[in-house]
């Protein structure tokens, strides 16, 4: 089988590792997307436990056609009846990136006619259209004359985990934060804090990769359950093998806001997610924390796109004032989508990452406070560019 995990521009490589991770095959990184190769078992995989995935595809076939006569009469083809029966419903999602076909609504209704006529003509009858719950989400993708035909194996987008009850403004998306977590390379072995966490979004994304545990969960309505192929055993099987690895302790994570509303919501939310044990949040403006020293944190701090700050570059710009003073030997990586004011941060960014946060372009930065002395400094550097002989 050959499959394509959709997920959010600039997560395109920490989506491939995470699928080398889990023995796909054919890995091929294309943009907001990876296509791979496995089987049924993969497939099963990729929706339990891939982070940074929105959706995972099965590619069926894809054909050059010249108008929408080529596109029904392909799509006609196929042996919807092997994949759902008269009483099940279907449903077609598109995207069009084409010049001759422009509406991808017109792409959808054209695919649902084929769909719909081919089993008019074989029984007298055809299945029923249900937009919101189907038996078959068929997806169609159309770039210029080229039309790519998959079925949506995990229904409701994968980024929706279940535990975000309670909602702050601008939330980030979870695949986002996951992918934000990973980027960090922060796997546990150190505290990790959000000072800013709204609703606790990175917290709970960070917990459950600290703890192995797989970011979605085995009851959620996967499309594939429904599919006739649907192999109950073997999705018991993945389930299974998934929470043997589960570990029971991790580091601590912490969280603070200043906002009393998104402390309460990442209290309910963190309870959801059943990761109560293992976050604690307080309220807390994040220029009165005590500070801490050997500590990742990760957050998206606010600014005058979507929310309102008297002064964002200023705001910014005591975030790196207080990074230097209160949080020497740590790594900060701050999220932004409002590029004057992450420059004003003050600190020389050890890496940088275009990311776009819903339709935001964003800039991810990792900064390195290092422990005042410039022999720490120095010290830290050497550790990580080591010299010649040392690599020897
Ligand atoms: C963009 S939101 C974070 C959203 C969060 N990542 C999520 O997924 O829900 C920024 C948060 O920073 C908080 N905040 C703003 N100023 C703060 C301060 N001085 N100290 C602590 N939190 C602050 C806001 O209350 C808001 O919840």
Redesign the pocket.
């Known amino acids: 089988m050959k499959f394509i995990a959709k997920t959010l521009e600039g997560l395109e490589d920490i989506l491939a590792s995470e699928l080398e991770n889990i023995g796909a095959e054919d890995i091929v990184v294309l943009k907001r997307a990876v296509a791979y190769s496995g089987n049924a078992l993969m497939m099963y995989k990729s929706n339990l436990l891939l982070r940074t995935c929105l959706k995972v595809l099965v590619f069926m076939k894809e054909f050059e056609v010249r108008d929408e006569t080529d596109l029904y009469d392909e799509i006609k083809k196929v042996s919807w009846e092997d994949y759902f029966d008269l009483t099940d419903t279907f449903a077609i999602d598109s995207v069009v990136n084409s010049e001759k076909f422009n509406h991808a609504n017109f792409v959808a209704l054209k695919v649902k006619d084929a769909v719909a006529d081919r089993f008019r003509e074989k029984y007298g009858e055809r299945p029923n259209v249900n937009t919101t719950d189907p038996t078959l989400k068929i997806n169609v993708h159309v770039r210029e004359n080229t039309v790519t035909l998959s079925l949506d194996s995990s229904g409701q987008s994968l980024h929706m985990r279940g535990y975000r009850k309670h ?6 998306n979870e695949v986002l ?1 996951a992918g934000m977590v990973l980027l960090s390379t922060w796997n546990g072995e150190r505290p990790l804090i ?9 917290l709970c994304e960070a917990a459950k990769i600290a703890l192995n545990m797989p970011p979605n969960s085995p009851d959620r309505e996967y499309a594939f359950k429904k599919w006739k192929s649907y192999d109950p055993a073997l999705w018991d099987m993945v389930c299974e093998d998934a929470n043997k690895e589960i570990k029971d302790t991790c580091p601590l994570i912490k969280g ?4 009393h509303k ?1 402390v309460t ?1 990442s209290i309910e939310n963190i309870k959801f997610a059943g990761l109560e044990a293992f976050i604690s949040i307080e309220k ?4 009165y924390l005590e500070g801490a020293s050997d500590t990742t944190l990760i ?4 600014y005058d796109g ?2 309102k700050e008297d002064d964002v570059v200023a ?1 910014y710009r005591f975030i790196g004032d207080k990074l230097k003073q209160s949080f020497k030997g740590c790594s900060a990586w701050i999220i932004s989508g409002h590029m004057t004011a992450i420059k004003n941060v003050g600190l020389r960014p050890s890496s940088k990452k275009n990311l776009l946060n819903g339709s935001i372009p964003s800039l991810y930065c990792r900064f390195d406070m290092y422990d005042g002395s410039k022999k720490a400094k120095w010290q830290h550097l050497q550790e990580q560019n080591p010299p010649i002989d040392a690599q020897t």
């Open positions: 909602m702050v403004d601008a939330p980030i934060a959000d000072p800013m966490c709204g609703s606790a979004t990175i603070y806001d200043i906002n998104a919501a807390e403006d994040f220029f957050f998206n701090p606010p979507r929310l705001f």
